[in-house]
């Protein structure tokens, strides 16, 4: 059974570091083609992709967040691990971390995240 | 390009079909994917690829694409199918980058 999993601070002060983790199962991390990704969704509003890891470490950012965050991953604990900084109250979300793979139907690629975690809430208030 | 464009808000009575649009430059490159999400849930995948759906979901979902427009199309609504569902796609840039849609929230009537 494939699973992801989301751990983290529930609360935090304006200006603080958010970190959270991806514990995956079921699945390697380095495997050809395997992907992690992170999404995050303020209350009531849509959904917004922040990251993505591959099998082979390259990594794409949310060109709007780029410089406040850090995607790594740690195959051995099967750990992908988010870091955002300067968060403030905008930033309160649930983040959802999910596994992304792609296919091929001729003359369309396409993308998809086929599991996702349950998700973490997180909140800015001083 | 890194938009998609999903109307706010459908309704659809109990049994009846309804088509959820997503529009975008990137769906002339790309297929969509389609997310369920219910209130306090998780997203959940249920359309992907030219019109392939995991395992488990019901095959009431289907999924279209013509030039810069995807549907996703519920056929038969069930009450359980209410909620909000969204569009994701791979941007056109040059990026590689994945972005999802505004959302549809479906009401079941």
Not at chain 2, 62 to 86: K, R, V
Request: hydrophobic content about 30%.
């Amino acid at each position: 059974q494939i699973t992801l999993k989301e751990s983290g601070p529930t609360l935090l002060k304006p200006t603080q570091t958010l970190t959270l983790t991806c514990t995956v199962s079921g699945f390697s991390l380095d495997t050809s083609g395997m992907s992690v990704g992170w999404i995050r969704q303020p209350p009531g509003k849509a959904l917004q992709w922040l990251a993505l890891i591959y099998w082979n470490d390259y990594k794409l950012y949310n060109p709007s967040l780029k410089t406040r965050l850090t995607i790594t991953k740690d195959t051995s604990r099967n750990q992908v691990v988010l870091t955002m900084t300067d968060m403030g109250p905008v930033d309160t979300a649930t983040f959802y971390c999910a596994r992304r793979r792609a296919g091929s139907s001729s003359p369309y690629f396409y993308y998809y995240m086929d599991v996702w975690g349950g998700g973490t809430t997180v909140t800015v208030s001083s | 390009s890194s938009e998609l464009t999903q109307d706010p808000a459908v309704s659809v009575a109990l049994g009846q079909t309804v088509r959820i649009t997503c529009q975008g430059d990137s769906l002339r490159t790309y297929f969509a994917s389609w997310y369920q999400q219910k209130p306090g849930q998780a997203p959940v995948l249920v359309v992907f690829g030219e019109n392939d759906r995991p395992s488990g979901i019901p095959d009431r979902f289907s999924g279209s694409s013509s030039g810069d427009t995807a549907s996703l199309t519920i056929t038969g609504a069930q009450a359980e199918d209410e909620g909000d569902y969204y569009c994701n796609s791979r941007d056109t840039s040059g990026n590689h980058l994945d972005f999802f849609g505004t959302g549809t929230k479906v009401t079941v009537l």
